[in-house]
């Protein structure tokens, strides 16, 4: 907690409003008194943990200025992450409004509200009005947003510290830039929750100066790893082991929320959680795939507290309040230790008491991995990896949108834009590039008449070509892109709609095949004007276990962590099972240590294998596997597989690697990779999203909207042509920095190339060691059909015709 | 004649490339973990192998043994591009579309369109009649697995006695029948070979055989 420096005088709260907290029996918290004292600087961070009165810290300046009812039209905006959690905050902010009698009108507009009450609110604005950052740059596209925003005062963003990690939280930065071109004196708050780096929010919310406020952390949680009496398997993510020591937890406490890292699991969870459940305990499940319907249903009855757990994934990470949550369970490794605090917030939202918390690892190594993150929160050391700034195809996309509400001057758009705390050092050139792009398409694309969207006009400022196109550009306005999903439905006319399940995991059913969807086993049986329709099936077993969800990778922060654990002498903290598995690779061949590469090569199985302990996230491991196995190929191996943890890669092929340094040779990876890319379906699927933020391709066109296949197939072809046409096109670029970051993650194998600098140990044993072995259980393994497999299929066919006496048959 | 190790089967002579259940439009499947390294789609993977079949063997003539198209989707799942793509490599060819059983009867597309086509002293037809001699067909997608130290690998192969050839699928990731399958067994002589697909065109004695039943009984 900050302490309010003298010069700033504390800040008398309205009668109104004093006497209602009075009559509540409650008393301003210090980082809400600090805010109000505060509260005429242009920007205000707040980091508060959950359940410290953030909301009411942000909003409590708003309604002591708004007390007096002197004040006509909108004072205050308030952006949340979610439309939900807008509504939300309405309710919760109606009840103290109208306990202080205060004449303030509060309204939210998300895309869930109705087109009359969206034209009331432009033609007459709230005093508060609650949004998200897609509608905020919808109504900023109309060309009476300088009327409808006129004397605005505050706004207010929530969740920022969620907001900063994605294109949706620089598309709303540059939104405030603009609002700040038009209302000089608008005045910026941020509410965060508890960050590795608030100095960075800070400068992302307002990089001209922006207070931080610091609120209490309150007590430390009380956080355990989960006892059980049987051993976690050697791999796997499903924690199944686990199910009666967590239903045991369920019966013990009021509310339980169980979070897992990808839906699958805990569609797979929430699965076997009903067949061992005998008490018959509600328990529901709530992912971001289900249907709306369903997840509003679980949401209403965790509020009534008519259920005892919810299975959950990220769709519950951020800070509505559900009710009486007195314990979070992390199913599988938390992967990173912000997010693991954020859930373990989820617990109590009573400010003062401890949070109450239970990792439950879901296979040996992860043991390891949520010792070390139970000691980083602890010690509340928090990991944070930092993204690209002002990815620019959300700055094309805002620079159409500036072209929807009117003509603009590019000198003072570019001065505009660079007040932005992502796009603070963006370079002149880059924006133009930019500009160029939105007025002509590109070089490859400019002879194309439906590319050329904007024309510079005789006084030099820029306008959209045909004023028709700004309802086309408003349709396909955000930057989230949740393209690839096909709805999924029980057959029949009404059928009930169930979720939603990726593209590519619809287009590998056969009809016939079974899965899980929020918690039912369905049949697949037909795909059907991009809607899957199943039918229910009786099985207990879903033939196809699992659908993609996005896997996270183990921060780099807590990698390191668990490097250092490894290197003790001793794990008195671990339990037996587990720290004898480590003395045993100790013994038999040695645990990897942060400054070298640790790589294994052992024949097992009759086959070569090699263990590469990168500890780099489980997309650089993969990416490492892939371009590891091309050299190999290269280099005559024959290697014949690979799979990849977020510790390790396991390679197998024909012949031992006898010297790995070519594997790490910085450019001969970045050679391999090159290649790789340019035909890669991960690379057109970024360009898919990035072309469309930016503009080139229309998700809705009038109303209409392409399926993801549909939109899948014209940008491929764009891909195609621009890769081959024009290799430097800007989204080209866009892709290409986005690609490596992203799933393939480059940069964290470069980062481990050069933190181990050439120090490779490479250890020749001959059996597989304690460490290497869960590796063989893996799932996901990637098959590399290439020379290794055509040699085993030789000698196999020689042999085969030898035994027939058969050596010379030629064919007839 | 050559069985090609694309699954392709050229007859110098008569400068012709046969190819069989292409399948083309069967929806295309990205590959779910580490699919990046697959196609998106299976049509233009399978064209691309067309071409080169083509370009390498210079054939003059063509013949598409069946289920060419997958049935349904045959009208929407080829695109504009696939369709413009076919037509290019029909250009100065004789093209002949066989009937097969998935096929929905001649389609918008150019070439002959026969239910059958005797070529002395050969028969070309999609599914292999019991008894006929000198007979090429298609229609099984046979495979056949071999145990190798990586594993079981599994092939699309020929078929290959005195009697008949019988064609691997020539498009992409069709699924495909085992050639111990008593259909298969059932069709070819004891002798028979089959001839793996791959790099290259690898012989074996035809797993599942008569006379290898013989032997086990």
Same mark, same amino acid.
């Given at each position: 907690m900050t302490a309010l420096p003298p010069h700033i005088p504390e800040q008398p709260l309205p009668a109104q409003i004093s006497t209602w907290f009075t009559d509540q029996g409650w008393s301003l918290h210090p980082h809400q008194r600090d805010m109000l004292a505060r509260s005429a600087e242009p920007a205000q961070l707040l980091i508060a943990p959950t359940g410290a009165g953030k909301t009411m810290a942000g909003f409590l300046p708003t309604l002591t200025e708004l007390a007096d009812g002197g004040y006509d039209g909108l004072h205050t905006l308030y952006i949340s992450p979610l439309k939900a959690l807008a509504a939300d905050i309405k309710r919760n902010l109606e009840t103290p409004v109208a306990g202080m009698g205060l004449p303030i009108r509060i309204e939210d507009r998300t895309g869930d509200t109705p087109n009359s009450r969206k034209r009331r609110q432009r033609a007459d604005p709230p005093h508060i009005l609650l949004t998200t950052p897609e509608s905020l740059a919808l109504l900023m596209s109309y060309e009476d947003a300088p009327r409808i925003f006129q004397g605005l005062q505050r706004v207010i963003v929530d969740e920022i510290h969620a907001l900063a990690e994605s294109k949706r939280g620089d598309q709303l930065m540059l939104a405030l830039s603009r609002l700040t071109a038009l209302c000089p004196d608008l005045r910026r708050v941020g509410l965060s929750a508890t960050v590795d780096d608030p100095r960075a929010i800070a400068r992302y919310l307002a990089p001209t100066g922006c207070a931080i406020v610091r609120a209490d952390p309150g007590p430390a949680p009380d956080i355990t790893m989960l006892q059980t009496t049987e051993a976690p398997p *050697?791999? /796997?993510? /499903?924690?199944?082991? +686990?199910i009666p020591a967590v239903l045991e937890q369920v019966k013990h406490h009021k509310t339980t929320l169980i979070f897992h890292n990808t839906r699958a699991q805990a569609e797979i969870f929430f699965h076997n959680l009903w067949l061992a459940n005998d008490d018959a305990l509600p328990i529901g499940i709530h992912h971001g795939s289900l249907d709306r319907a369903q997840r509003e249903k679980v949401e209403a009855a965790m509020v009534a507290g008519d259920l005892r757990a919810v299975v959950c994934t990220?769709? &519950? !990470? &951020?800070? @509505? !309040? *559900?009710? $009486?949550? $007195?314990l979070v369970i992390q199913i599988g490794a938390p992967k990173a230790v912000k997010r693991l605090v954020q859930r373990i917030g989820r617990a109590n939202h009573r400010y003062n008491a401890p949070s109450k918390a239970i990792l439950v690892p879901a296979n040996r190594f992860e043991v390891i991995e949520c010792l070390a993150a139970l000691e980083a929160v602890q010690e509340n050391d928090l990991d944070g990896d930092p993204r690209p700034s002002g990815p620019r195809d959300v700055l094309c996309q805002h620079i159409l949108l500036c072209a929807c509400s009117g003509p603009f001057e590019a000198d003072t758009l570019y001065a505009e834009v660079t007040q932005a705390g992502p796009y603070a050092d963006l370079a002149r050139a880059a924006f133009d590039d930019c500009l160029t792009f939105c007025a002509t398409g590109g070089y490859a694309l400019r002879a194309y008449d439906k590319w050329q969207r904007l024309q510079q006009r005789p006084d030099g400022s820029w306008q959209l %070509? !045909?004023? %028709?196109s700004a309802a086309v550009i408003r349709q396909n306005?955000?930057? @989230?892109? !949740?393209?690839d999903r096909l709805k999924v439905k029980m057959r029949g006319r009404h059928g009930t709609p169930l979720g939603e399940i990726e593209e590519g995991f619809a287009a590998s059913l056969s009809p016939g095949d079974t899965f899980l969807i929020g918690g039912q086993i369905v049949r697949y049986e037909i795909l059907r004007e991009m809607v899957v329709q199943v039918s229910r099936d009786k099985g207990r077993r879903p033939k196809v276990a699992t659908f993609m969800g996005s896997k996270f990778a183990t921060s780099t922060q807590l990698s390191q962590r668990i490097l250092h654990l490894l290197n003790q002498p001793d794990w008195p903290t671990l339990p037996a099972h587990t720290a004898d598995w480590l003395h045993l690779q100790r013994q038999m061949s040695e645990l990897p240590r942060p400054d070298t590469l640790l790589i294994e090569s052992f024949p097992h199985d009759g086959l070569a294998h090699t263990c590469i302990y990168?500890? +780099? /996230?489980r997309n650089a491991q993969q990416t490492l596997g892939l371009l590891a196995t091309r050299r190999m190929e290269e280099m005559g191996l024959g290697p014949l597989g690979f799979v990849a943890t977020d510790q390790a890669t396991l390679i197998w092929g024909l012949e031992a690697l006898r010297d790995p340094a070519p594997l790490f040779d910085l450019a001969t990876l970045e050679d391999g990779l090159e290649g790789w890319l340019s035909s890669n379906a991960l690379m057109k699927r970024s360009f898919r999203t990035v072309a469309t933020i930016a503009g080139l391709i229309q998700r809705n066109i009038q109303g209409q909207r392409k399926s993801g296949r549909q939109a899948t197939f014209s940008s491929d072809i764009l891909y195609d042509t621009l890769q081959r046409y024009d290799p430097d096109h800007l989204l080209l670029q866009i892709t290409r920095q986005e690609a490596l970051s992203g799933l393939i993650d480059f940069a964290r194998l470069r980062d481990l190339v050069a933190r181990v600098a050439g120090r490779i140990n490479h250890r020749h044993l001959d059996r597989i060691t304690p460490l290497a072995a869960p590796l063989l259980l893996e799932v996901g393994r990637v098959r590399i059909d290439g020379e290794g497999r055509e040699r085993l299929l030789r000698e196999e066919t020689a042999k085969l015709m030898a035994e027939a006496g058969l050596m010379d048959a030629g064919l007839a | 004649m050559e069985a090609m190790p694309s699954g392709a089967l050229f007859w110098p002579e008569q400068s012709l490339l046969c190819v069989s259940d292409l399948h083309f439009g069967k929806s295309e499947r990205i590959a779910r973990l580490g699919g990046a390294m697959l196609p998106p789609y299976d049509t233009r993977d399978t064209l691309t192998r067309l071409e080169k079949d083509l370009t390498r063997t210079k054939a003059r003539s063509v013949i598409c043994l069946g289920d060419s198209f997958d049935d349904s989707i045959a009208a929407r799942g080829i695109s504009e591009q696939e369709f413009t793509w076919i037509t290019r490599l029909q250009a100065g060819r004789h093209w002949v579309w066989i009937e097969g059983n998935h096929d929905p009867g001649p389609l918008a597309m150019g070439g002959t369109h026969m239910a059958e086509l005797p070529l002395p002293p050969v028969q070309f037809r999609h599914i292999a009649v019991p008894g006929s001699a000198a007979e090429i067909s298609g229609h099984y997608h046979p495979k056949a697995q071999l145990k190798t130290k990586a594993g079981t690998l599994s092939r699309p192969c020929f078929l290959i006695d005195s009697d008949r050839v019988i064609m691997p699928a020539y498009g992409s990731y069709t699924g495909g029948l085992m050639c111990d399958d008593p259909a298969l067994v059932g069709l070819m002589r004891p002798e028979a070979l089959a001839v793996l697909t791959g790099d290259v065109a690898q012989p074996i #004695?035809? #797993?599942?055989r008569r006379s290898s039943i013989h032997d086990e009984i």
């Open positions: *050697w791999a /796997g993510s /499903g924690a199944a082991y +686990a990220g769709s &519950l !990470d &951020l800070g @509505i !309040d *559900w009710g $009486d949550v $007195d %070509r !045909d004023p %028709r306005v955000g930057t @989230i892109q !949740d393209t990168g500890f +780099a /996230g | #004695p035809m #797993p599942g």
